[in-house]
């Protein structure tokens, strides 16, 4: 921070357990390679330390306080600042919005350092800030089962289903699929409307997959989660193990239902391959949007659109 403050660059000369040596950067970079290129005398900045083993603390053994060189005071950046550095004094700004973009980073940079980064630079600084507050992905996947664990316990009636890769083994098990429905949320599904929509969505960052969920609707209109799944990819596969974990676990003995869906074919083949989402235990229909959406791409006209969604939403035959 004393370099950058001062616009100055350093270079670690020799970096040891028990030394640590720099100069200044344009001692280095200056000196001359050639008979004939022009001599600039050298500065005379540099630090150095040792670490005593009296007290096992550093000490300052070496200090040459003022640089006899023009150095880069022209220049408004500095390789002193690393996207370690920056992250420290974002971290504050992390906690409060772990969403702070990156053009805000370089804001802070430049009025409170008085330097500009690059964007890069800043992005790995936002990336580290929210490793350090957040944790790394690595650490926050690892914890996932103690996680599941405690929901568990904070939530009386919660139910957590997994399902590992066949090539795991007693003492490592490769996670496959994750079923998760909170207590509360099974007990309030048999209070609502018999009706479920189901359906898929993509997980953003290092880890890529897929998140299925199921919600209901209250007699008061209000949608109302009940089950969540995590898995790789949205096949037949997948839906067919979560649509069993949703009715041995949620749904129960309650019939009949009614599942409304995209038209994904691993829905489609859960509900006409097995008994439970068989009618007459229960019904499938198609969400409205997703049959609008098909419809409007290859019949184009906003009045067609608007047809559409009208005859959907009727319950009259005669209207």
């Keep these: 921070m004393w370099s950058i403050n001062h616009n100055r660059e350093f270079r670690v000369i020799e970096s040891k357990s028990n ?60 390789t002193s600042l690393t996207a370690s550095v920056i992250s420290r004094h974002i971290l504050r700004s992390i906690e409060d919005d772990p969403r702070l973009k990156v053009k805000n980073i370089l804001s802070f940079v430049k009025e409170n350092l008085k330097v500009d980064v690059s964007y890069k630079k800043a992005w790995y600084a936002r990336r580290k800030a929210i490793e350090l507050v957040f944790g790394s992905w690595e650490a926050n996947f690892a914890e996932l089962p103690q996680y599941f664990d405690a929901l568990v316990q904070s939530n009386p009636g919660t139910v957590v289903e997994w399902s590992h890769h066949s ?9 496959k699929y994750v079923f998760w429905a909170f207590g509360p949320a099974i007990k309030a599904f048999h209070m609502c409307r018999s009706v479920i929509c189901v359906d898929g969505t993509h997980l953003r960052g290092e880890y890529k997959g897929k998140l299925l969920v199921t919600v209901t609707q209250d007699a008061n209109n209000n949608i109302l989660p009940i089950a969540y799944a995590i898995v790789d990819k949205e096949t037949i596969s997948s839906w067919s193990w979560f649509m069993e974990q949703l009715r041995y676990n949620v749904a129960l003995d309650r019939h009949p239902i009614c599942v409304i869906s995209d038209r994904h074919n691993g829905i489609i083949y859960t509900m006409t391959h097995f008994d439970y989402w068989e009618e007459p235990l229960a019904y499938h229909k198609f969400c409205l949007r997703h049959v609008r959406s098909n419809l409007i791409r290859h019949f184009k006209g906003l009045h067609l659109k608007r047809l559409c969604w009208a005859i959907g939403r009727t319950r009259q035959l005669r209207k």
């Design 167 to 175: 090539d795991g083994s007693d003492q490592v098990k490769t996670f």
């Design 19 to 78: 030394t640590w040596f720099a100069k200044c950067k344009s001692s280095i970079e200056r000196t001359p390679s050639t008979s004939t290129a022009p001599s600039y005398p050298p500065c005379d900045w540099c630090v150095r330390t040792v670490k005593k083993k009296t007290h096992g603390m550093w000490q300052i053994t070496k200090w040459i306080n003022d640089h006899n060189c023009l150095g880069d005071m022209i220049r408004n950046n500095n």
